[in-house]
């Protein structure tokens, strides 16, 4: 018996084209994602292994671009639609989930804080399925600490003219300088939308700016060897005075903290979603392994102890997906979700570690080896309690929600 994630999810969707990208999604991850999953992450353990022309074919099907805006070459879709969909992903292929989720956040600033200029000009080739996007925040002394970053955007004086056609104005380009440390898709980005200092005012001194991939004097240092996630290649960022135009710098000097703020409630969501993905797939193999495996003369899944503990990590998963999709509906309606955002994604993550951990110890032994999935699952839920902000991060935002 092949034990591996069914996937029979309840769900509901806000249109009847939800349900059509479901069923796409699920046609795709049954014959693209499942059956190149094991190879290529065994293979990306070894040497660098990136998933290329899967986010190509997720691309061509539209699916790199679920929410954002149709005009600029989106799907259009509400939040409660795409996470579902990066869900879905994430039950064949964690690094893949999490790349789709790291691609939509990139484009976030541009959709929401880029003027009209600057998205009729960047949106059309972000979102066109044909481009992948990195995320530059993090640095190698700055991580939860966002307003330690030291990267900087220096004035250089040889911008652009301001003609309008690429969003322009008359101010200079920039210079950047600096490090980024653990970026997905870092050396196969096709951009990398990279926050940096313009100024000394720590939380009001950081900007945002488009970097194009092939922008000279921007470099990569050596994938970094993970536990998990292989196919998602992690690696620094190296800026050598990488020349940026300021029709590339979204939003005003300064205003790249609550850019950056606004987009990670909103790359949250997609690795809750991606976690509950995760934790559904354990499930799934723990409660098959179950039911077939006998001990005693009977199937192991007949003894209450761990039928209860099945139960358990049933409602957990649940538990994580109303979580997220809570959310989800909070911001499609345009109400806050910086707090729910926050909720699902130490729930979710949490769960994802639980669930994996447990599902292991229902396999026993068997759980130990690569002939079942679950000991990978389990070194892929890890990272979802740390990126995107540690837990005891969400936990911080959490409190100052409650307590204001």
Same mark, same amino acid.
């Given at each position: ?32 994602? @499942?059956?190149?999953? $094991? ?13 290329? $022309?899967?986010?190509? !074919? ?28 990066? /869900? ?34 960047? =949106?059309?080739?972000?979102? &066109? ?15 939860? #600490? ?23 104005? #008359? ?12 970026? &997905? ?7 990398? !939308?990279?926050?940096?200092?313009? &100024?000394? #005012? ?60 606004? *987009?990670? $409630? ?15 797939? *354990? ?18 899944? &007949? ?8 139960? $358990? ?21 345009? @109400? ?9 994604? =130490? ?8 669930? !994996? ?30 990126? /995107? ?16």
């Amino acid at each position: 018996m092949t034990y591996s994630a069914s996937m029979a999810v309840q769900r509901l969707f806000p249109t009847d084209e939800g349900h059509y990208l479901l069923d796409l999604t699920r046609e795709i991850v049954a014959k693209e994602l @499942r059956p190149k999953v $094991d190879a290529a992450e065994a293979a990306a353990a070894l040497g660098e292994e990136f998933p290329t $022309d899967i986010f190509r !074919t997720l691309g061509r099907a539209g699916l790199l671009s679920l929410p954002h805006p149709e005009e600029f070459g989106g799907g259009g879709q509400p939040y409660e639609v795409y996470l579902q969909v990066v /869900e879905e992903i994430a039950s064949a292929w964690m690094s893949v989930a999490v790349g789709v989720s790291v691609h939509s956040l990139t484009a976030f600033p541009v959709t929401t804080f880029g003027s009209p200029a600057q998205r009729e000009a960047l =949106l059309p080739g972000m979102l &066109s399925g044909d481009q992948l996007g990195a995320y530059g925040l993090s640095e190698p002394l700055a991580g939860s #600490d966002v307003a330690a970053m030291t990267t900087r955007a220096t004035r250089d004086g040889a911008g652009d003219d301001g003609a309008g056609d690429d969003g322009a104005t #008359d101010d200079p380009a920039y210079r950047i300088r600096g490090r980024k440390a653990w970026i &997905s898709h870092a050396g196969h980005a096709d951009y990398y !939308t990279t926050f940096a200092r313009t &100024s000394d #005012d720590r939380g009001r001194g950081i900007s945002c700016f488009i970097v194009p991939g092939d922008a000279p004097g921007l470099s990569f240092g050596a994938p970094e060897k993970k536990m998990g996630l292989h196919c998602d290649t992690v690696r620094e960022v190296i800026y050598e005075d990488v020349p940026v135009d300021a029709a590339r710098r979204i939003g005003d000097e300064g205003q790249g903290m609550p850019i950056a703020l606004a *987009a990670l $409630d909103a790359g949250r969501l997609g690795i809750a979603a991606a976690a509950t993905g995760l934790a559904q797939s *354990a499930l799934d193999v723990a409660v098959a392994y179950a039911k077939e495996r006998e001990q005693f003369g009977r199937a192991i899944a &007949s003894n209450q102890g761990l039928a209860f503990l099945i139960a $358990d990590l049933e409602a957990a998963v649940l538990g994580a997906r109303a979580a997220y999709l809570f959310a989800a509906r909070l911001k499609d309606a345009g @109400r806050p979700y910086g707090k729910e955002a926050a909720v699902a994604k =130490l729930l979710a993550t949490d769960a994802a570690m639980r669930v !994996t951990t447990d599902a292991i110890q229902v396999l026993g032994g068997a759980g130990y080896t690569q002939d079942f999935p679950v000991e990978r699952y389990f070194r892929e839920a890890k990272v979802t309690q740390i990126f /995107e902000g540690t837990n005891q991060i969400q936990r911080l935002v959490i409190s100052r929600h409650a307590l204001g």
